[in-house]
T-cell receptor, first 111, second 115 residues
Framework: AQSVTQLGSHVSVSEGALVLLRCNYSSSVPPYLFWYVQYPNQGLQLLLKYTSAATLVKGINGFEAEFKKSETSFHLTKPSAHMSDAAEYFCAGSQRGQLIFGTGTRLQVFP | KAGVTQTPRYLIKTRGQQVTLSCSPISGHRSVSWYQQTPGQGLQFLFEYFSETQRNKGNFPGRFSGRQFSNSRSEMNVSTLELGDSALYLC??????????????FGPGTRLTVT
């Protein structure tokens, strides 16, 4: 069975700083992996997805993630944080059509 | 295309009552899944429907049920509500065209409060 682990329930950065949110997966088969963002009182918005076509995946709002099989990781990065990036971020893997979510990382951005 | 819509957005019920939540998927999407989100348990899969049939089910008691109609719209029902059922219930849809479209698109959720 697949599992997804997000390291760090809270991450704080200054505006303009690098954003790095960590995700590790556990899977015996090549996974489909996703990053979602959730703003307060809203549903989940898909940021990007990995489907084995390319290891570096670019998403919306300047985010990207790199799939590293040797490290079983799929970390999310953004070169320069904006205040509007403050939200909760979820890493997820797909298993038989259902999404297995990590516990989420709340990103705070300080001016 | 319009996104996934869920009604109602907010609901307050009393313990012991039952509730029905509704979800309309993105046009052309045939698969609808439901998730429960709580601060303690995070995001948990409830069930998936495809072509009016439940295709996959999570580890929830039988009080949680769902169905899908011929137009792909879906409802979920929770009977004999408990305080612990208070949560954000999210509906998600995906095309399921047989390719690699495993990403799911989420609605805004229904916030259920049980008192």
């Amino acid at each position: 069975a697949q599992s997804v682990t997000q390291l760090g329930s809270h991450v704080s950065v200054s505006e303009g700083a690098l954003v790095l949110l960590r995700c590790n997966y556990s899977s015996s088969v090549p996974p489909y992996l996703f990053w979602y963002v959730q703003y307060p009182n809203q549903g989940l918005q898909l940021l990007l997805k990995y489907t084995s076509a390319a290891t570096l995946v670019k998403g919306i709002n300047g985010f990207e993630a790199e799939f590293k099989k040797s490290e079983t990781s799929f970390h999310l990065t953004k070169p320069s944080a904006h205040m509007s990036d403050a939200a909760e971020y979820f890493c997820a893997g797909s298993q038989r059509g259902q999404l297995i979510f990590g516990t989420g990382t709340r990103l705070q951005v300080f001016p | 295309k319009a996104g996934v819509t869920q009604t109602p957005r907010y609901l307050i019920k009393t313990r012991g009552q039952q509730v029905t939540l509704s979800c309309s998927p993105i046009s052309g999407h045939r698969s609808v899944s439901w998730y429960q989100q709580t601060p303690g348990q995070g995001l948990q899969f409830l069930f998936e429907y495809f072509s009016e049939t439940q295709r996959n089910k999570g580890n929830f008691p039988g009080r949680f049920s769902g169905r899908q109609f011929s137009n792909s719209r879906s409802e979920m029902n929770v009977s004999t509500l408990e305080l612990g059922d208070s949560a954000l219930y999210l509906c998600a849809s995906r095309p399921d065209s047989g390719g690699t479209s495993y990403e799911q698109y989420f609605g805004p959720g229904t916030r259920l409060t049980v008192t």
